[in-house]
């Protein structure tokens, strides 16, 4: 390829506009089209959802799907790596109960560093992956106040072992594990620029480690136009009220009319429905077809489209990841929605620890990319005297 190929023109127009289309490096881990939405190392993503968790997480490390034999040592590798340090846990007891899990999530992570880190980048993105689980089933049963956390069971597999530590209050844990292995593989990774991915990348150009690099990405996910976003849809769903279409339609035009915002639809770079709520929409006419919730989502599919495209300023009208996640969370016994980002962080840890180790140790032939340094255009700096 001709390394002076143009690939982006940069004019005043373009500042202040989030970097939005600035190609800044290479990412080797997944890859998000516009019309198809994203894929893992060239696989599109509904074509993983039903695979293993720790598959996914060994596509994104070792960018080749594992052999049987490799999904063994695989899961083998990230149970020997899960013990957590109990003063991680006995910390999170001391947690203000006002703090938002996402935020109970930074501090876990901090507290996972200063109890574990080594120093190495694989290392500590491996052991990070598979000590979240106990992080996170932690932080959930403590703030919830559902008990105790139980015991960690690692050879369970990850998110197995994740569903055993939850310990849902009337949950079916059979259905609750199907969703959240399919969430999980869902919300991994969502090429290089997303902004927890970006912000955990950028955190480790300075070679600050995996947990506080990976606690600077989830600051970034806890925003509500990022991460929190699922939070918000659920909400959304509530209000809506009914699963008549039609009502639905009146809902959505009202809605824009006053100038709210229908959670869960458009994408910065989609231009399509997301395949992420494709492959969720088709979950949940699996697992909890009759949820009223449910219905208004899948009615909200079509009926949220059709009044959104009417707006020709509106580039994409389609759903996202998070148009319909939340229905099924919470239909699986999930009820709260405050902890529906704390699931997208458990997952897209893994693909942000990969990616930087992509770009800590492997790019530019093992000497790694370099401290983000961009420019930005000074206003108002024109030199002055004192006096
Ligand atoms: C994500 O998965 O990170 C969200 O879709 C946001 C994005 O891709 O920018």
Request: aromatic letters at 8%; proline letters at 5%; glycine letters at 10%.
């Amino acid at each position: 390829m001709d390394d002076d190929n143009v690939l982006f023109t940069i004019t005043e127009k373009s500042l202040n506009t989030g970097l939005r289309g600035f190609p800044v490096g290479r990412v080797r881990t997944s890859r998000v089209d516009a019309s198809e939405g994203v894929s893992y190392v060239g696989y599109p993503i509904a074509d993983l959802a039903s695979i293993d968790p720790e598959a996914a997480i060994y596509l994104l490390f070792n960018k080749e799907l594992p052999s049987d034999d490799e999904i063994s040592g695989c899961k083998s590798n990230l149970a020997s790596r899960a013990k957590v340090d109990p003063r991680v846990i006995e910390t999170l007891k001391l947690l203000p109960r006002e703090g938002h899990p996402m935020e109970w999530l930074i501090t876990g992570l901090s507290l996972l560093g200063m109890t574990g880190k080594t120093g190495d980048f694989m290392e500590d993105g491996l052991n990070l992956i598979s000590r979240s689980a106990e992080l996170i089933a932690s932080i959930y049963r403590i703030r919830s106040g559902w008990g105790e956390p139980i015991p960690s069971d690692p050879s369970l597999g990850l998110v197995e072992n994740f569903v055993h530590m939850l310990g849902v209050p009337g949950a079916d844990e059979e259905k609750l594990t199907k969703l959240l292995r399919t969430f999980y593989v869902l919300h991994m990774d969502h090429g290089g620029g997303n902004l927890s991915t970006f912000t955990g990348k950028a955190v480790a150009s300075g070679h600050a480690d995996q947990y506080a690099s990976l606690a600077a990405a989830m600051a970034g996910l806890y925003g509500p136009l990022h991460g929190r976003a699922n939070q918000e849809c659920l909400n959304f769903v509530k209000k809506v009220g009914t699963t008549d279409p039609d009502e639905i339609e009146q809902f959505v035009r009202d809605t824009l009319a006053s100038g709210g915002k229908i959670f869960g639809f458009g994408h910065a770079v989609l231009r399509a429905e997301d395949p992420r709520a494709t492959v969720q929409y088709a979950l949940g006419q699996e697992l909890c077809p009759d949820d009223p919730l449910f219905k208004t989502a899948l009615a909200m599919r079509e009926r949220a489209v059709k009044v959104l495209k009417e707006n020709p300023k509106i580039s994409n009208p389609y759903p996202n990841v998070d148009a319909v996640s939340g229905t099924l969370l919470n239909a699986a016994g999930l009820v709260d929605a405050e902890y529906y980002t704390l699931l997208f962080g458990f997952a897209r840890i893994a693909g942000i620890a990969a990616q930087i180790v992509d770009e800590r140790v492997h790019m530019r032939n093992g000497r790694g990319v370099p401290i983000y340094r961009c420019s930005y255009k000074a206003e108002n700096q024109e030199p002055r005297r004192l006096g």
